[in-house]
């Protein structure tokens, strides 16, 4: 049932179907207060002289720490203006600050009052699509006025299940920064050994005499140690989106989809790739290194690299990967940055003797088989807790308040 005060329109502005039982559908400036009276603009160059402890507080991240602050409480935030309006469902649209700190005035400040907490209206509005509210400035940009914030409608539970819910997304929270902090840590580690083993500094031990391998290591040429194809564009009348033909892998863009299915397909085949093949981005940004998922048709962006008999196809995979950074080196165009075959060709790389580059490599994909592991927990965590949020943040989903 619709109260007699709420109108069909409220509901289809507020994106939801009914209102639950006990709750009520405000206006923003109805439920919290806005504070943009404490705002303080610092430019830049300013706060390079006052560098501090005290976070500010930009639209939607912390640009800077200074060592003065404007406020000292507990408030949300939502951005003024910006394209990250666009991006509200995989990137928060707001902030929950508490403490000393000062916010510019790109960001509009909410205050608790004595019906619904400013932690309720940083849940609510986190990932909310609001667009339909706004204004545009210029391509892919929106603001979002004081006068508009005000009107945004909002369902405000009763303070217990506000707090309640807030407690419940906050555990959530906890989990999914932990398990970044995990991820982070191990990929830390795997750089840390990458750099040891890759390079001869630590040697591992031999599984056949038990004491660590010795020797020198070999310097050779890469085209020494593997086969390289450098991809070849075909005729652009040959895509297609509907799979015919293999997929077409173009750059860099194509190499980062790590997992994603192929965008483009091509019936003419030029230079190809078979899966596990190492793939290598020659286009700005160059450097970029996976493994093949696909049997395809690679492009002028991007090089195929596949190891020779009696050379570990994974070691030349992590040490390439190790190596990404140092392209740039390699560089060459003014407009176009590009790496040319023979400088691929030619890298110098550092190789053990087999039954090393075999030990190295397990090593080193052990780890990323870890980190692997914690990015897909954390993927199902943040689903988790996306439907966990549509679930309570509209009262289809009550909370006990007695636990």
């Known amino acids: 049932m619709v109260p007699n005060s709420i109108s069909k329109l409220d509901l289809v502005q507020a994106q939801i179907s009914e209102i639950p039982e006990g709750w009520q559908l405000c206006k923003v400036s109805e439920a919290l207060r ?89 849940n609510y509005f986190k990932h909310r699509n609001i667009t339909n509210f706004l204004s545009r400035q210029g391509a892919g940009r929106f603001k979002l006025n004081k006068a508009t914030l005000e009107k945004l409608p909002l369902l405000v539970p009763p303070l217990p299940e506000q707090r309640k819910i807030a407690q419940i997304l906050s555990t959530w929270d906890r989990g999914i920064a932990t398990t970044e902090k995990l991820i982070d840590a191990s990929k830390q580690q795997k750089k840390a050994l990458m750099q040891q083993l890759l390079t001869g500094n630590k040697r591992l031990v031999d599984p056949e005499t038990g004491k660590a391998f010795q020797g020198e290591w070999e310097e050779v040429k890469l085209n020494q140690i593997a086969n390289i194809t450098m991809g070849s564009s075909p005729k652009s009348e040959s895509y297609n989106e509907v799979g015919i033909g293999l997929p077409l892998l173009q750059g860099n863009a194509d ?77 060459q165009g003014s ?29 080193l994909t052990g780890a990323d088989k870890e980190i692997e592991l914690l990015e897909a927990k954390l993927a199902h965590f943040k689903q988790e807790k996306k439907a966990l949020m549509q679930q309570l943040l509209t009262g289809k989903r009550r909370v006990s308040l007695s636990s």
């Open 34 to 122: 806005i504070r943009n009276n404490f705002r303080k603009p610092i430019s830049q160059e300013v706060r390079e002289t006052m560098k501090g402890q005290y976070p500010y507080y930009g639209p939607t991240k912390i640009q800077d720490y200074i060592s003065e602050y404007e406020q000292d409480g507990i408030y949300a935030l939502i951005g003024e203006d910006g394209d990250h309006f666009l991006k509200y469902a995989t990137m928060p649209q707001t902030q929950f600050i508490s403490g000393k700190c000062t916010v510019n005035n790109h960001a509009h400040i909410l205050e608790s009052s004595s019906i619904c907490d400013s932690e309720w209206f940083f």
């Open 255 to 331: 190499i980062k989809a790590r997992k994603s299915a192929p965008r483009i397909y091509t019936s003419q085949i030029t230079k190809e790739c078979n899966v596990n093949d190492i793939l290598l981005s020659v286009r700005a940004p160059v450097g970029t290194v996976a493994k093949s998922l696909h049997n395809a048709c690679i492009g002028r962006g991007i090089a195929s690299i596949q190891a020779k008999k009696n050379i570990v196809q994974e070691f030349v995979y992590q040490w390439l990967l190790a190596f990404e950074p140092k392209w740039e080196r390699f560089s």
């Open 335 to 363: 407009t176009f940055e590009a790496v040319n075959s023979n400088d691929i060709k030619t890298l110098h790389i550092s190789l053990p003797v087999f039954q090393e580059q075999q030990k190295i490599a397990s090593v």
